[in-house]
DNA sequence: GTACGCGTATCTAGAAATTA
DNA sequence: TAATTTCTAGATACGCGTAC
């Protein structure tokens, strides 16, 4: 198997007709185009060229080479520009993978908007509340909420997430409302499955960091399921807002414990590390820190 | 004689492989 | 994992041969 980058400089050579122009395009030196041409004849076992020093000519092997050469340089030139075009604009499929209660809210509704002005570009969307292994699994790339652990993958922050403590107003009426987050262990604590503390709640208040275990009779890996559970008057529940927002500002969920702030989180695009993020996901990551902002629309009125 | 162009020797920088 | 060694590609300087 030859070298290809000596292929072409042959070729270069041969197509120039001299050393010296060949070496002046390839932006190469004289004496490094005359070494590739002497290694190709080296491993060839047969001379290309015949030169003088004033002109240059093709042997009847340099003939044949050069004719297959150049097949072979316009191959792998079309199979550059093929790539280099990919990464011209965003084209091709973009595999996303985002947790289920955004994916349907916010990600769903946005996405034609940004496949309007990509049409070379589709999107294949997984929505599920696990962490998946990009790599592995073959995702461009990930929405995650929350706070993100330590890990290899690029994280860009897109917008802050601001997490409520919330309950129907049914619910508070039976049960009353906690004035503190201790007395959160009395009441019904509806919890998320992955969430990265586990059942441990934990506020800022006035008496400082305060930690509280909660449990109570539902768990779920979903946060639309648990948004139900708190409306028909289960229990208590901590979501993000862009999940309980709505249930809010129409009075289905009244917040509590307004004078405790949640540890403070925020929404990441998040993608394999690698030496060029493609275009496709830069252009898609733009767009979504674009729309959201570092305020999103979903924390309007709250 | 001079200009031009190729080849060789030598040096340098960066990458890859090896070793502790 | 870091340090060291080896390999490779490319640049510069210079010599040589040929054309004008």
Redesign the pocket.
């Known amino acids: 198997m030859q070298?290809l980058?000596a292929m072409l400089v042959f070729a270069r050579v041969v197509d120039s007709g001299?050393?010296?122009t060949a070496a002046e395009k390839l932006?190469?030196?004289?004496?490094?185009v005359?070494?590739?041409?002497?290694?190709l004849e080296d491993q060839l076992g047969v001379r290309l060229l015949n030169?003088?020093?004033?002109?240059?000519s093709l042997t009847e092997a340099g003939e044949l080479f050069y004719a297959r050469s150049t097949e072979v340089v316009a191959a792998a030139e079309a199979a550059e520009q093929a790539v280099t075009s990919l990464q011209d604009k965003p084209r091709g499929t973009l595999r996303l993978n985002t947790s289920m209660s955004f994916g349907q809210r916010h990600l769903g509704p946005a996405i034609p908007e940004f496949l309007f002005d990509y049409p070379d570009l589709s999107i294949d969307m997984t929505l599920t509340d696990r962490f998946v292994d990009l790599v592995k699994e073959g995702y461009d790339m990930a929405i995650r909420i929350g706070n993100m652990p330590d890990s290899s993958l690029i994280q860009r922050r897109l917008c802050d997430m601001q997490a409520l403590i919330v309950a129907s107003p049914d619910y508070l009426v039976r049960r009353g409302a906690p004035a503190t987050p201790v007395e959160l262990t009395q009441h019904n604590c509806l919890c998320y499955a992955y969430q990265a503390t586990g059942d441990e709640w934990r506020f800022s208040g006035p008496e400082g960091i305060v930690r509280v275990r909660v449990g109570g009779q539902l768990k779920a890996n979903n946060g639309d399921v648990l948004l139900e559970a708190a409306i028909a008057g289960m229990g208590i529940v901590q979501l993000p807002s862009f999940i309980c927002g709505d249930a809010v500002r129409d009075g289905r969920l009244v917040r509590i414990l307004t004078d405790y702030a949640l540890p403070p989180a925020a929404i990441h695009a998040v993608y394999p590390h690698a030496r060029h993020v493609s275009t496709k996901v830069r252009a898609f990551v733009d767009f979504l820190a674009k729309r959201f902002g570092s305020q999103p629309y979903w924390d309007k009125g709250l």
Do not use: G, H, I, Y
């Not at 932006?27 to 490094?32: C, E, G, N, P, Q």
């Not at 030169?51 to 240059?56: E, N, S």
């Open positions: 070298d980058n001299s050393f010296s932006k190469l030196s004289k004496s490094a005359s070494k590739q041409v002497a290694k030169r003088t020093t004033r002109r240059l």
